[in-house]
């Protein structure tokens, strides 16, 4: 019984550790911020652009892989920014690739959003 109190008091302590880092998403990435206010603003939307639950699913989840990448982002700017804030081509090269992945994920959002809107509403629909 020992075994699953310590399995539900690490679930409990993860769970604040993500709320944690979603509250410090918000307060410190404006970045964040921001894709957060999209991803709240077209989560509607998605019920009038999808067609299925398959749609709604794909529509919902590339917003929430934006948010995903860009709180990874932001860790890895921290991470950097707390070895040094001097100029050092790795550190750069880090933060280049996280932002990269960002990008992705909008460019993600922006076609998967398009081909099912042009699925719904296009000329052959």
């Known amino acids: 019984m020992a075994n699953s109190a310590s399995g539900l008091e690490r679930l409990i302590k993860a769970f604040g550790y993500s709320m944690k880092g979603l509250r410090a998403g918000w307060r410190f990435e404006a970045a964040f911020r921001q894709e957060t206010v999209l991803a ?62 960002v990008f992705l994920a909008l460019v993600l959002v922006a076609l998967v959003w398009g081909m099912i809107a042009w699925l719904k509403f296009g000329p052959t629909a």
């Open 40 to 101: 709240v603003v077209l989560l509607p939307f998605a019920f009038w652009v999808g067609r299925d639950l398959l749609d709604y699913a794909i529509l919902i989840a590339t917003l929430m892989l934006v948010l995903i990448c860009e709180l990874f982002n932001s860790a890895v700017e921290a991470v950097v920014d707390r070895i040094g804030t001097e100029h050092h081509e790795l550190s750069g090269r880090a933060k280049d690739l996280a932002s990269a992945a």
